[in-house]
């Protein structure tokens, strides 16, 4: 699909191509800080850099299952989102499925209905697409996780994250499914 302008909340969704990486590494690093630095017993460098460096975004945007948006507000970058195709919520190939893997919004632009907006571009797009099944995972811990029931999501898993450098109260995940 092609980008999106809503133009009652002044919220664009562009699709991100290899001319995109620098803006992208800026807007993901700092929406990530802003919202999950305190959950890292250190740093959130490692994170970082495994998930928002330059040479993460050149790899990602290569394959042709992996799709990221930039999320404007007012015409200002305020957010990233990235989308992997034909994966199922049990990690295995699934022509019918698509995962919102990452969506950050810097928080200046919280309540902005910013990740309203996307996920509703994201559930057309799965429409478009003939996708059945969109799903998600997130911290327990999260007010995020409130947002998706809200809109539709179904918890179907829980399980916990790996990383040494994560605070132990932050390691439970939930997975997340809506039917479209």
């Given at each position: 699909m092609e980008s999106i302008n809503h133009s009652a909340t002044h919220i664009t969704i562009k699709p991100c191509t290899l001319a995109d990486i620098s803006l992208m590494v800026e807007v993901g690093q700092k929406a990530y800080t802003d919202h999950y630095s305190h959950v890292w017993k250190n740093e959130t460098?490692?994170?970082?850099?495994?998930?928002?460096?330059?040479?993460?975004f050149t790899k990602e945007l290569e394959k042709e299952s992996?799709?990221?948006?930039?999320?404007?507000?007012?015409?200002?970058?305020a957010g990233i989102c990235k989308v992997n195709f034909n994966k199922g919520p049990d990690g295995t190939p699934d022509a019918n499925a698509m995962?919102?893997?990452?969506?950050?919004?810097?928080?200046?632009?919280?309540?902005?209905q910013i990740g309203q907006q996307t996920l509703h571009y994201l559930i057309k797009l799965a429409g478009s697409r003939q996708i059945t099944t969109f799903w998600l995972s997130v911290m327990t811990t999260s007010r995020a996780l409130d947002f998706y029931?809200?809109?539709?999501?179904?918890?179907?898993?829980y399980w916990?994250?790996?990383?040494?450098?994560?605070?132990?109260?932050?390691?439970?995940?939930?997975?997340?499914?809506?039917?479209?």
């Open positions: 460098d490692f994170y970082i850099k495994r998930s928002f460096s330059e040479a993460v992996v799709a990221y948006y930039l999320l404007y507000y007012h015409q200002i970058p995962e919102l893997e990452k969506i950050y919004i810097q928080k200046k632009y919280a309540g902005k029931k809200k809109q539709g999501f179904t918890p179907v898993n916990y994250l790996d990383f040494a450098e994560l605070k132990d109260e932050y390691r439970k995940m939930v997975t997340m499914v809506l039917e479209v």
